[in-house]
């Protein structure tokens, strides 16, 4: 949804344009009637800024962002009274102290699929198909992450290497680096960082590139540093809400990515990945309790 994705953009945004997007958010329904230059006047900024944020938001024109508030307002208002779905579409990202269980849940997840839903819908495919190709052909992948993105590192290491992939998280700068400094023309480097602007990430996705390596990087900026150093920039969207901001609130979406990246490389290696998938099938239930061990 609209509002969503402007939430999602507003921090990388400079002043003029947060300007604009704070008031589209305070008041959805003034912002979907008035002209471009009426926004701008209001917003104590101009038409050419208004303009720039929706183009800002990947928007070909001030008329796109009409159309998306009024199917946003359509939707809320279509639903009966009282209804769930009604609820959910008015519910905004803030938790305050007095809200109920109820809401802190609807909150939450309304938060996280709208993000997953943005990244989705805005994923550049050719960018997520290149990636996946140079993942399946590589000799060794490299995946770089600290913090929060070493969680999302370590993950996807875990699913490549469970379909065969030469697959190491480096969640420590002289470690990633290291190894960035081995890679060669027929190795692949996944570097995940929210802000994209760690240079813990960014000096050894670097390396990797300097070394020939193809660059992959998953941020939430695709603006930034890490995007920009990499061969490929595939852009996640945050689901912020109280309590839950940056890297936190857009886990889900990276985790989204990683799967399709994941889900990609396992169609283009399906032998590989089968046979890999079925040679460590047994190790999970050998371990369940109450069930014998395989030997």
């Known amino acids: 949804m609209i509002t969503a994705l402007i939430r999602s953009e507003l921090p990388r945004m400079s002043d003029s344009l947060r300007k604009v997007g704070e008031a589209v958010l305070a008041d959805p329904a003034a912002a979907g009637r008035g002209s471009a230059a009426e926004l701008g006047r209001r917003t104590g900024t101009s038409q050419a800024t208004v303009t720039r944020f929706c183009r ?28 769930g779905s009604a ?22 997840a309304q938060a996280d699929l709208r993000a997953m839903q943005h990244t989705a819908d805005r994923l550049d495919r050719q960018g997520l198909e290149r990636a996946a190709q140079a993942l399946s052909r590589a000799r060794r992948i490299d995946v770089y992450g600290v913090g929060g993105s070493g969680i999302v590192a370590r993950e996807a290491q875990a699913r490549l ?5 030469a697959a190491h998280a480096w969640t420590e700068v002289h470690t990633a680096e290291t ?3 081995l890679l060669t023309p027929a190795d692949t480097a996944l570097a995940v960082s929210h802000s994209g602007t760690t240079r813990e990430v960014l000096e050894p996705l670097r390396l990797a590139a300097d070394r020939g390596a193809f660059t992959v990087a998953v941020t939430g900026d695709p603006r930034s540093p890490v995007a920009q150093a990499a061969d490929v920039a595939l852009t996640s969207f945050s689901g912020e809400t109280s309590f839950r901001r940056g890297n ?11 799967d399709c990246l994941y ?33």
């Open 56 to 83: 800002a938001l990947g928007l070909e024109s001030y008329q796109q962002l009409l159309i998306g508030l009024a199917q946003e307002q359509g939707r809320s208002q279509a639903a009966p009274e009282g209804a």
């Open 87 to 108: 609820r959910l579409a008015a519910l905004g990202p803030r938790i305050g102290p007095e809200d109920d269980l109820e809401h802190v849940i609807a909150v939450v």
């Open 161 to 165: 290497f469970g379909i065969g992939c």
């Open 179 to 181: 190894s960035a400094a």
């Open 248 to 258: 936190f609130g857009t886990r889900h979406s990276v985790l989204l990515i990683v």
């Open 263 to 295: 889900a990609r490389v396992a169609q283009l290696t399906y032998e590989r990945a089968t046979a890999s998938i079925a040679l460590t099938a047994h190790i999970a239930d050998a371990h369940t309790a109450g069930r014998p061990r395989r030997r």
